[in-house]
């Protein structure tokens, strides 16, 4: 079985820092691509940062490129992402997500899914 566990949400200030962390079990994340996936409120879900280990990629979406970091520990099968310069539009929920076949965009639907950790910003 196949699973997601994100932690390390939590309420910040703007300009604050989490570090937030995806632990997978079931799948290798050397073989699988991970992404992190928000959904902010009022918006539709949406991708914005993916590692690819298999291949050693990285992407990232425009809104959090220069303040986010995805990273992986392949030995705790565990893809974190350390969001620095935090604001308020950054508030919502956070899943991270995997997929054999790769990072494919924004608007992807992963295969698997973690359950989501909130994230809030205040001003």
């Known amino acids: 079985e196949v699973q997601l566990m994100e932690s390390g949400g939590g309420m910040v200030q703007t300009g604050g820092s989490l570090r937030l962390s995806c632990l997978v079990s079931?799948?290798?994340?050397?073989?699988?691509?991970v992404g992190w996936v928000r959904q902010v409120p009022g918006k539709e879900r949406e991708g914005f940062a993916c590692?690819?280990?298999?291949?050693?990629?990285?992407y990232y979406e425009a809104p959090v490129r220069g303040r986010f970091t995805i990273s992986s520990d392949s030995a705790n099968n565990t893809v974190y992402l350390q969001m620095n310069n935090l604001k308020p539009e950054d508030t919502g929920v956070y899943y991270c997500?995997?997929?054999?076949?790769?990072?494919?965009?924004?608007?992807?639907?992963?295969?698997?899914w973690g359950q989501g950790t909130q994230v809030a910003v205040s001003s």
């Open positions: 079931g799948v290798s994340i050397d073989e699988y691509a």
């Open positions: 590692i690819e280990n298999r291949d050693g990629n990285i």
């Open positions: 997500a995997a997929d054999e076949s790769g990072c494919w965009g924004p608007h992807y639907e992963y295969d698997y």
